[in-house]
């Protein structure tokens, strides 16, 4: 059995260069692999088309990336809660395709399922649907949105073990699992990292196969994004 297994976080982005496409997990500041992120602002690679279902807060997940200006484009579905994210996009220092959230996860699925392109019905006349090849299936019009093509996958999970399966837990499973083996070079960093065989395969959500590298991270923080909490009546 191959072992993927890295020990270090500069090991595991060892590749990365300016200009890449780069697809990370997340959602939100949720399931975001913050130890990558912060070895992409450390080595200052710049020129990045960053694929994201948003791009964290101003202060964290991919807003450090944004604040070092290390990102030439977002690909996105939503970007509500990050000011500076909202400042290089009006200022057009930022080039930001905003896709339906659907679809984005779905052009990640294609891409790790070896599915060239697809057709939607998501964004039909609309300006998604600019320049885009329409179709009629079943009565209903529908656009063909391509497959995404990156150069690496960062994904975060829960565990994972030296072969580089991984396990995603809660709302952490989001955007990383199909993220998995839709790019060259697919890398993972857990949580916890396990010897291959310890794990229940009845709980694997993604096999070694669409992994390349795994690393254990370290000192996650696990912010929470709007904190609400109740008054407590005495």
Same mark, same amino acid.
């Given at each position: /059995?191959?072992? =993927?297994?890295?020990?270090?976080?500069?090991?595991?982005?060892?590749?990365?260069?300016?200009g /890449?496409?780069?697809?990370?997990? &997340?959602?939100g500041?949720? #399931?975001? +692999? *913050?130890?990558?992120?912060a070895?992409?602002?450390? =080595?200052?690679?710049?020129?990045?088309?960053?694929?994201?279902?948003n791009?964290?807060v101003?202060?964290? &997940?991919? &807003?450090?990336?944004?604040?070092?200006?290390?990102?030439?484009? /977002?690909?996105?579905?939503?970007?509500? *809660?990050?000011?500076?994210? *909202?400042?290089? /996009?009006?200022?057009?220092?930022?080039?930001?395709?905003?896709?339906?959230?659907?679809?984005? %996860?779905?052009?990640?699925?294609a891409a790790?399922?070896?599915?060239?392109a697809?057709?939607? +019905?998501? &964004?039909? #006349?609309?300006?998604?649907?600019?320049?885009?090849?329409?179709?009629e299936?079943?009565?209903?019009?529908?656009?063909?949105?391509?497959?995404?093509?990156a150069?690496? %996958?960062?994904?975060k999970?829960?565990?994972?073990?030296?072969?580089?399966?991984?396990?995603?837990?809660?709302?952490?499973?989001?955007?990383n699992?199909?993220m998995?083996?839709?790019?060259?070079i697919?890398?993972?960093?857990?949580?916890?990292?396990?010897?291959?065989?310890?794990?229940? +395969?009845?709980?694997?959500?993604?096999?070694?196969?669409?992994?390349?590298?795994?690393f254990?991270?370290?000192?996650?923080?696990?912010?929470?994004?709007?904190?609400?909490?109740?008054?407590?009546?005495?």
């Open positions: /059995m191959i072992n =993927k297994k890295v020990n270090t976080v500069q090991e595991a982005l060892q590749g990365i260069e300016n /890449m496409t780069l697809m990370l997990g &997340g959602f500041l949720c #399931g975001i +692999p *913050e130890n990558s992120i070895e992409l602002v450390q =080595k200052e690679t710049k020129n990045l088309t960053c694929i994201s279902n791009a964290g101003d202060d964290f &997940g991919l &807003g450090l990336l944004l604040q070092k200006k290390q990102i030439k484009k /977002m690909i996105s579905s939503y970007v509500g *809660e990050n000011a500076e994210f *909202e400042r290089q /996009m009006l200022s057009g220092e930022l080039e930001v395709d905003l896709i339906p959230q659907g679809t984005l %996860a779905e052009r990640c699925r790790q399922a070896g599915i060239p697809f057709f939607t +019905p998501a &964004g039909y #006349g609309t300006e998604v649907a600019e320049g885009k090849e329409v179709r299936f079943n009565g209903k019009m529908h656009i063909m949105e391509h497959a995404f093509k150069d690496f %996958a960062i994904v999970a829960w565990k994972g073990d030296t072969a580089g399966n991984l396990i995603f837990k809660g709302t952490a499973r989001n955007f699992p199909c998995c083996g839709a790019a060259k697919t890398v993972a960093e857990v949580e916890e990292l396990v010897e291959a065989g310890t794990l229940d +395969p009845n709980q694997i959500h993604i096999p070694g196969i669409f992994v390349q590298r795994i254990q991270g370290k000192k996650y923080e696990k912010r929470i994004e709007q904190r609400t909490v109740r008054v407590r009546n005495n």
